[in-house]
């Protein structure tokens, strides 16, 4: 297919990188290169921050009304849905996910946050609140909610379009300006929806796209004096770093980090559905999912089932050419990435688990790893405790749901959590016990964006999506007259 968008867009430009500096963008699938990019430097990003800047400070957007901003959204919305199918594919050549996926979940998500947030456009009120008085007179106090400024937005590989589309979404509607780098792994379909925003009439300089390598591109964007806020999603190494950076100028953040997600299957669970739904959790998007429920928590008497299940989940994986409609699984990011992959199977190994089914990669081209399944290990075990972000569970037995809590919080994540039982006390007991924030009963992955998404201790900082996600892009004026 033709890739028809790969330079800057700066201040409605399409534009070369200033150096004339691209990168590779290759199909992970096939190992081939699929474009060259334009690779963002500094002075680009500062061309960009200005741009955004201006149409902050009394440019054309600063004075739509909140109507007119949810307009424009939908407007979007409505040509996201028009050109969903070539995004699908665009994502799903740039990322390596089966196409049907890329479809069904990261498009109609997308979709579904423009248009929920298009809706909050012009319901961000203010409040009246009854004071005391100053000095023996009246006063009348109100709050005005306004929007933050200018927000750089940092995106990960593994659902480009889609968590592009939870941080511009409720930014925009709130009234922002953005300048947005995302991955370089993955950028195309973010640069599509570039020409998708200029269709729908947003004004020049309101989203910039600066594709980029992070430590150039993501970088200068952290640093900018001129930034507001930055909302990143990627890991915590990444995320602490630009915390750090982002102290310097007092930039507000946002951070949806790693995970490290239980599924707790309870005695008493349905195991066929659990199994069916803890194999979701652990191989979508080859793994590849902040949310991914890589800790399998089984009930000692479940346990066995549960693991001859998985496996043959496993084995009943069809992995290959992403768009072939028979595909369940493709291919994993790049070369570096199934390598850290494959090297978290070895330390499983090496620690002294037992693999009950994959651990390996296909031979040929493509970057390609089989869905895994990991028995007999501890919950301290390195699988057990880090982040993999590809198809690799562990399943680890408990003997009562206190146990179970405590090997649930027992990490440093905190972004999601499943719970598989019949017993409806039990499910809302462990929902307020488990550290996490998202938990799903006997279901998993169901982000919607009426909800909000984020985690907790390592996990992240603040919250996308739902009406928090507006709190994230908007200040709190106090106005007191006095009467
Ligand atoms: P990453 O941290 O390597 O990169 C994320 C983004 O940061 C990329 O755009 C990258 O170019 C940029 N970046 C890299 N170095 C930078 C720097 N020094 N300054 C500024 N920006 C820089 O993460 P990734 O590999 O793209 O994504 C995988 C990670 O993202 C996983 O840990 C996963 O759990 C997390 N993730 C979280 C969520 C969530 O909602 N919580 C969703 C998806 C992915």
Partial sequence: MTVHHTE?????QWTPASGGAVFDVLNPATEQIIAKVASAAAADVA????AARAQFDG????????????????????????DADELARLESLDVGKPLGEARMVDLNSAI??????????????????PTPGFRGRPTHAYTIREPLGVVGVITPWNAPIMIAAWKLAPALAAGCTLVLKPAEDAPLSTLHLGALIQEAGFPPGVVNLVPGLGTEAGAALTAHPDVDKITFTGSPEVGRQVQRTAADTFKRVT??????SPQIILADATVEDAVRGAARGLFANQGEVCAAGTRILVHRSLHDEVVTGLAEAARAVKLGDPFDPA?????????RHRERVLGYVEAGRREGATLAAGGGRPDGPGFFVQPTVFTGASPDMTIAQEEIFGPVGTVLAFDDVDEAVRIANGTRYGLAATVWTRDVT????LARRIRAGSVWVNC???????????????SGIGRDLGASALDAYTEDKAVTVLL
């Fill in 426 to 429: 039990l499910a809302h007991d």
């Fill in 255 to 260: 951070l949806e980090l790693g995970g490290k």
């Fill in 8 to 12: 800057l867009l700066i201040d409605g």
């Fill in 112 to 129: 579904g946050t423009f248009r929920y947030f298009a809706g909050w456009a012009d319901k961000i009120e203010g409040r009246a609140v």
């Fill in 444 to 458: 998993w992955g169901v982000i919607d964006p009426r909800l909000p998404w984020g985690g907790v201790k390592h």
């Fill in 327 to 335: 595909t369940t699984m493709g291919a994993l990011i790049s070369a």
């Fill in 47 to 50: 061309r960009a921050v200005q």
């Fill in 59 to 82: 440019g054309a957007w600063s004075r739509l009304s909140g109507a007119e901003r949810g307009r424009l959204l939908n407007r979007l919305a409505d040509l996201i849905e028009r």
